[in-house]
């Protein structure tokens, strides 16, 4: 998509301006943690013990018969990107074309995700992004609870491995999840939150502000607060 098209599409979600990555940004993003420290053995068997982690992680989330979306699954959806992100974005479900492609977050809704990531300087590879529930469930509907809870160690585990600096809880579920409330989006979204130290902000579902044009300037506000926050804890 050349960049004409891309200055249309975003102008259509209400946008001003939106901000793309400096040479300098991008450069702090690629050389976090390289300043600390030159990589010798300890650090190099650190980083195998990481890897080792990982791995045997996505191999139980692919063997996961926790609960019957086992049985409907075409694969699990375990999440991808920079596995040490600074910024770690949870969505709700896989939908269908996740589960068929086993990515998170493609289609539509992908394509704005991933424009909301540019307009605040970001591309979809330098963070993690996952969701609350590894198997889509059929037809899109609501995870049950007991889904969540055999997802909820996964989610937790990946937390810890990335180990980010800001979470954005992406739509109601996965925000409600997280939070351990009932509220509505709306009035979690706007807020600083926290989870195991970690801010947290809540931003809507690209999927529903597709659906809904108007929310689209509170999405920009919600990206906004998000990179205050993490520009705070750079501090």
Known sequence: MDNSTRVQYLEAMGIDVWVSRTDQQVEDVQLKNNDEFELGEPANR?????????????????????????????????????????????????????????????????????EMLRAI?????????????????????????????SCHDFLQRQIALVKPKIILAVGRVSAQTLLGTKQPLSELRGEPHQINGIPLVVVYHPAYLLRSLLEKRKAWQDLQLAMKIYQEEKL
């Open 121 to 149: 300087g970001l591309q979809r590879e330098q963070v993690f992004i996952t969701n609350v529930l590894k198997c889509s469930p059929p037809n899109n509907k609501d995870p049950k609870v007991d889904e969540l809870k």
């Open 46 to 114: 650190q980083a195998e013990s990481i890897e080792e982690n990982w791995t045997e992680l996505r191999r139980e989330v692919v063997e996961c018969q926790k609960c019957a979306l086992c049985h409907t699954r075409t694969q699990t959806v375990f999440g991808e990107g920079h596995i040490d992100a600074d910024w770690m974005l949870i969505g709700e479900a896989p939908g269908q074309n996740e589960d068929l492609e086993g990515k998170p977050f493609l289609g539509q809704s992908g394509f704005l995700l991933t």
